[in-house]
């Protein structure tokens, strides 16, 4: 790479890929367009969804990867009820009717939530049974019920059960004496509804069997045996068996079910003494959270039916009959007990740039040229190394760390540690509230503690969303700042299967703000000063504000303009309006939205000048990107771990940063963003129906991936064997 050199002038704008024509006058906006501003935040999640269920059933992709894309969005739709729609129950049971940006109430979301899910899980269902169980058959895996078992295999299983599931299950009636047991968070259970025959006039006994979480839920049938594989899952195997657990009496029926439970965390941070404490507290309340889904199999009587409902405290619009299995993420075991790389996608080994091959060489090569890396087409490698050589170099005092995911043998945690072992000043701000990774973040904090780092529980009110790593050394002309950036975790799995970008700099102006913004974090700052630095919850909102409204003026004044941003989420109100503006007064706007996005692209009058898109591939696009092409007479390009909405503009702590080489300039709008446009194969449009659409093909045009393309890119990258 080239040495770094001064502030470049302007970069020529990327070509149009997306759209040719030019853009639109700016007519006014219509009343039809004012109501049909926003997309419902809760229904634009599941249209998110909606395209992971379509990878599953993309009959391109490789048939275990389809299996995974099944399991994933399961495991999507258990976090949506147990965040987003516990939310909407609550303010229901609180009598809440202010409607959200769309202008539903939550009573009326939920009622919508139902019809779709119903429907997606229709398509889940029918995708398992009538696409992916019959093409795993033909290549000689085969998923067998209780009723499809030959003798031999019968057998088995009954040995299997008696050995090691009988054991450790407790079936627990349910009548005057036998309160309804306090079943976990999205633990299988079978109900099962049996009679004494020497009572006959007493009928509909219920007995209840929780399925302890050590057992597999996915069985290999005589696993040794040659041939196809055959499964089974271990809720057919119980409800086979049932019987065995009630002797003397006579089964009627025994049906899989699952409840989820509410599972956000409520904390008074303000009354919370001991933020460690108190969360451990509320984590083991999460066991007892409220009901807010039942999923049960189809076939249960209406008494055993209603009883459960009625235990549970649900109405029925909170119920999902399923033909079975329950629980499809449990299939994401199937990937890992199955080889056969004929059915997943080609390995990719991640590419090392030649600049980073030395670890020991990394402040050297950072001190002449900034450096970005797009994960996981390059390494994550070069992450760990920054935080492992700053643990062992013997010029480097201090060492600064946010952590908000990290992986369970976290070598960036385990190299804050040497640090401090070593003698160096270390800091480590640990997001406790992390959703789900909580208690991990309790354990590695606690690591941390005794290894004599500094560890900071985040901030009052806000979580430490930003992704930064700052290194203090001590060289010939002083002390220096190294600093690495990043719109992902530092996490080194995710890495390899999420896009990211990662930045290291030893820039005065950008080092000197990060330091700024750790003690900001750690010590007391109400209005810390950002220049370059784009940081929430100070000046973020504040200045993407104003540089969209830029763009606008710019175009009225016949300027060029145009506004390029790929990001997760799109929901904060007052951005969306200003884009709009801005669109109206005739900025080209385009936007990668991988998830949930309330702007409504294409209305006359209003945004037909903004077109959206989405991509669910491989890789979980997770990188936040963002351009602006009249910054000033000169163009600016941002990239961070903040999305637009308003929990990331003012309840965390975030970062976006300025990418100002301009080698690394053009690698963003001259590869980046341009290829991700260019996607015609795992790309979707939004329209303004709120339908994602393919992307449409001029006539000829092959099919074109842009993760395809980056996978192939970082091979021509990668040094040649020795």
Not at 93 to 114: A, F, K, Y
Not at 402 to 420: F, K, M
Not at 456 to 479: F, M, N, Q, T
Request: with cysteine.
């Amino acid at each position: 790479m080239p040495k770094r050199s001064s502030r470049p002038k302007k970069i020529a704008p990327i070509p149009p890929l997306v759209v040719e024509n030019p853009p639109l006058p700016p007519p006014e906006p219509t009343s039809q367009s004012a109501r049909m501003a926003y997309f419902n935040r809760e229904l634009s999640w599941l249209a998110f969804d909606r395209r992971v269920l379509e990878q599953a059933q993309n009959e391109g992709n490789p048939l275990l990867e389809r299996v995974k894309f099944l399991a994933i969005f399961s495991s999507n739709l258990d976090e949506f009820f147990e965040i987003r729609v516990a939310g909407l129950i609550e303010q229901v049971d609180s009598n809440v009717t202010e409607p959200s940006i769309d202008g539903l109430g939550p009573r009326e979301q939920l009622r919508r939530i139902h019809s779709v899910v119903a429907s997606l899980l229709d398509d889940q269902h029918r995708c398992w049974h009538g696409q992916l169980m019959p093409a795993l058959a033909a290549a000689d895996i085969h998923f067998k019920t209780a009723d499809q078992l030959s003798q031999s295999e019968l057998n088995w299983v009954k040995t299997y059960f008696r050995e090691q599931v009988y054991p450790v299950l407790t079936p627990l009636a349910v009548d005057q004496s036998h309160p309804f047991p306090q079943l976990g968070n999205k633990t299988l259970n079978v109900v099962v509804s049996l009679d004494n025959p020497d009572i006959p006039d007493l009928v509909g006994f219920m007995a209840i069997l929780p399925v302890p979480r050590i057992l597999p839920r996915l069985v290999g049938i005589e696993p040794s045996r040659h041939g196809p594989q055959r499964y089974i899952f271990l809720s057919e195997i119980i409800k086979l068996c049932a019987s065995e657990l009630f002797p003397g009496y006579r089964i009627h029926g025994a049906h899989a079910f699952r409840v989820t439970r509410n599972s956000d965390l409520y904390i008074d941070e303000e009354e919370a003494e001991n933020l460690l404490k108190k969360i451990e507290e509320e984590l083991r309340n999460l066991r007892r959270g409220a009901a807010v889904r039942l999923e049960i199999e189809e076939g249960v009587d209406d008494r055993t039916f209603a009883a459960l409902c009625d235990h549970l405290g649900l109405s029925h619009e909170y119920v999902f009959r399923l033909p079975g299995p329950l629980n499809l993420m449990r299939l994401m075991s199937l990937y890992d007990l199955i080889d056969r790389p004929d059915l997943k996608f080609p390995a990719f080994t991640p590419a090392l740039p030649p600049v980073l091959q030395a670890p020991e060489r990394i402040f050297d090569v950072i001190r002449e040229q900034d450096l970005l890396l797009h994960h996981p087409y390059d390494s994550f490698t070069p992450v760990i190394d920054f935080v492992e050589q700053a643990a062992r170099d013997p010029q480097v005092f201090a060492l600064k760390q946010t952590l908000y995911r990290t992986s369970g043998d976290s070598p960036i945690v385990r190299a804050l540690i040497e640090a401090s072992q070593n003698g160096k000043q270390v800091t480590a701000l640990v997001e406790l509230k992390a959703r789900f990774d909580e208690a991990n973040n309790i354990q590695w904090a606690r690591q941390l503690e005794e290894a004599g780092v500094h560890v900071v529980y985040g901030v009052v009110g806000l979580k430490i969303h930003c992704k930064c790593s700052l290194v203090v050394r001590r060289e010939a002309k002083g002390l220096r700042h190294y600093v690495h950036l990043g719109t992902g975790n530092y996490n080194p799995r995710t890495a390899r299967s999420y896009t990211d970008l990662s930045f290291f700099t030893c820039r005065d102006h950008i080092t000197g703000e990060v330091a700024s913004l750790f003690n900001s974090l750690t010590g007391f700052s109400r209005s810390p000063s950002f220049q370059h630095l784009l940081v929430a919850p100070y000046n973020l909102h504040t200045r993407i504000q104003e540089l969209i409204g830029r763009e606008a003026e710019h175009a009225r004044a016949g300027q060029p303009a145009r506004i390029l941003a790929k990001m997760n989420n799109l929901v904060d109100g007052s951005t969306i309006e200003n884009l709009y503006a801005a669109s109206r007064a005739g900025v080209r706007i385009d936007l990668i939205v991988r998830g949930t996005c309330c702007l409504v692209p294409g209305i006359h009058g209003l945004s037909e000048n903004i077109r959206v898109r989405g991509t669910v591939g491989r890789y979980l696009e997770h990188a936040r990107a963002f351009y602006f092409e009249n910054h000033g007479g000169d163009s600016l390009v941002l990239a961070g771990s903040a999305d637009w909405m308003s929990r990331n503009f003012f309840r965390r702590a975030e970062v976006l940063f300025p990418i100002e080489a301009p080698e690394l300039r053009r690698r963003v709008l001259d590869d980046l963003f341009p290829r991700e446009f260019q996607d015609n194969e795992n790309a979707r449009e939004l329209h303004a129906n709120g339908a994602y659409l393919p992307v449409a093909r001029r006539d000829g045009e092959p099919s074109f991936s842009a993760q395809d393309y980056f996978m192939a890119a970082a091979a021509n990258r990668a040094p040649l064997p020795d």
